[in-house]
């Protein structure tokens, strides 16, 4: 129970900003219809009740999991084992990945289904799987992460960069970047995070151990990036061809509650296939390798229960209350012309949604207990926020802006290389930090509020297209906190050097 409170607290916390920073640009600014309003209300009220339960079922259950995960594919002594095992886990629970789903049928549409749904999750799985699985090995055989990050963003750009060559008129360089950050959702991230928390738990180095802890988030992500970019190669010159069309969602907006009866009926089975696959492979473990007590397996069971529950209310309430209010706000902003205010808000609504992200909740309490309390979680949450302010702001202009003044490239080229040159000029710990901390950035309600928000401002902007303009946004929210947590690092060896430790 205290800790169902605590986590109701800090979910409280950092909702009422995000609804407080919304009515009042609902009573200035923004005076959008009544029932929108009232929407965006119930679905911030059912964000909350969601997330505190998802919390407390990741808690449970898949913390716990995880953890126990590491720890036996540790102890095995096999790399073979390993590689097999962290492979499969991390192909499934990406291919269930809720926002996978939503970037592959994004990407269907644009190339008018000539690419299936199902080939594109597939793919952004098996990078994020060998990738998830390297990043193991490099935690067994205690390989730096930074030359495993700094290898794997190169042959990531190289690829790019042919691409941009060979088919310049059809490449899809800004969804590929964009699927490191769908790959890593609200269970793949404290799943992820909690098994590499239990392999390097077996170092017997603890600095090696504190390390080791993070990192293999931000080296799955990569992997996203690789099936897409390597799918290109085989789409001939013309193909594609389509444009996405706004799919019309099934409800009447005009009627206050239908959009939550949607989604009431969507979300549960939806939710179900994402949970299933973790589900499924820690029924086969406990049954031939983990046989936890009874009391610790049954924990487990309602932490999985608790999780579902949570998650189909957080994910109703983003979709039926929050996403359509983001497309209202930036519309109306940018409609009135005054491109600084738009700018500006969506820095700050930025700032404020990073805040209810699970994801975060997870990787920044794992961050305090590692580091003992010696990195706070309000410092890292600070800097989050930071990049994200920057992140939407950034992203926000290059709508505005003409296109050939500012392009998708003019931001991730610089900007990776800084975060990766900066790795060597800042502790080790924060390299692992930084990339898993972008990672978890693009979340659900990050994603859906913020790629909404920015669809609205590209639909009041005369020469930015809503398709084109909104892919990009997941992969700027995913690189400005690396370089946000870069700086971070930075900060914290000069306070060192200047203590003298």
């Not at 790959?183 to 504190?210: N, Q």
């Not at 492979?281 to 007590?293: E, G, N, S, T, V």
């Not at 669809?455 to 929210?477: C, K, N, T």
């Amino acid at each position: 129970m205290n800790v169902l409170l605590h986590k109701a607290k800090e979910v409280i916390i950092a909702v009422i900003p995000v609804v407080a920073f919304v009515i009042v640009l609902r009573f200035t600014i923004v005076p959008v219809e009544n029932i929108l309003f009232l929407q965006f209300l119930i679905g911030a009220l059912t964000v909350k009740i969601g997330l505190i339960i998802l919390l407390f079922g990741i808690e449970l259950a898949i913390l716990p999991f995880g953890d126990h995960m590491g720890t036996v594919l540790v102890k095995s002594n096999k790399l073979w084992i390993v590689i097999i095992t962290v492979f499969i886990l991390g192909f499934f629970v990406n291919f269930a990945e809720p926002d996978v789903n939503v970037l592959a049928v994004q990407f269907a549409n644009i190339t008018n289904n000539l690419i299936s749904v199902t080939t594109i999750r597939t793919l952004v799985a098996l990078g994020a799987g060998m990738m998830l699985a390297l990043g193991a090995v490099r935690i067994v055989k205690n390989f730096p992460l930074r030359i495993v990050l700094v290898i794997a963003y190169i042959i990531a750009f190289a690829l790019a960069l042919a691409l941009t060559i060979i088919s310049p008129e059809q490449n899809f360089i800004a969804i590929a970047f964009d699927a490191s950050g769908a790959a890593t959702g609200a269970i793949t991230v404290p799943l992820v995070l909690a098994l590499a928390l239990g392999m390097a738990s077996m170092k017997k180095d603890s600095i090696s151990a504190e390390e080791n802890s993070f990192g293999m988030v931000g080296t799955m992500a990569v992997g996203a990036i690789f099936g897409l970019l390597l799918l290109n190669f085989f789409i001939k010159p013309g193909e594609m061809a389509g444009v996405q069309e706004m799919t019309d969602e099934l409800y009447d907006r005009s009627n206050l509650i239908a959009p939550f009866i949607y989604y009431l009926r969507k979300e549960p089975l939806v939710t179900l296939q994402s949970l299933l696959p973790i589900f499924l492979i820690f029924l086969f473990f406990q049954k031939f390798k983990l046989r936890l007590p009874r009391i610790a397996f049954r924990r487990i069971i309602m932490g999985f229960i608790y999780t579902y529950i949570g998650l189909v209310l957080f994910f109703v309430g983003v979709h039926a209350g929050f996403m359509e209010m983001g497309r209202v706000i930036g519309e109306q902003l940018a409609t009135r012309g005054n491109h600084a205010l738009t700018i500006g808000l969506g820095s700050i609504l930025g700032m404020l949604i990073i805040l209810t992200e699970p994801a975060v909740y997870v990787l920044t309490h794992q961050i305090e207990d590692v580091t003992s309390g010696y990195l706070k979680r309000k410092t890292v949450l600070t800097f989050l926020a930071i990049g994200m302010a920057f992140a939407v702001g950034l992203h926000v202009l290059k709508i505005i802006a003409d296109p050939e003044m500012i392009n998708l490239w003019h931001y991730i080229l610089p900007g990776y290389a800084f975060a990766l040159i900066m790795m060597f000029f800042t502790p080790k710990m924060f390299t692992g930090i930084s990339f898993d901390s972008g990672a978890v950035s693009s979340g659900p309600m990050t994603v859906t509020f913020i790629l909404a928000y920015s669809q609205g401002v590209a639909e009041a902007v005369p020469h930015a297209d809503v398709l084109r303009d909104s892919f990009g946004v997941i992969v700027m929210v995913t690189m400005m906190p690396v370089i946000a947590l870069q700086i971070l690092g930075f900060i914290y060896k000069m306070k060192s050097r200047k203590v003298g430790v």
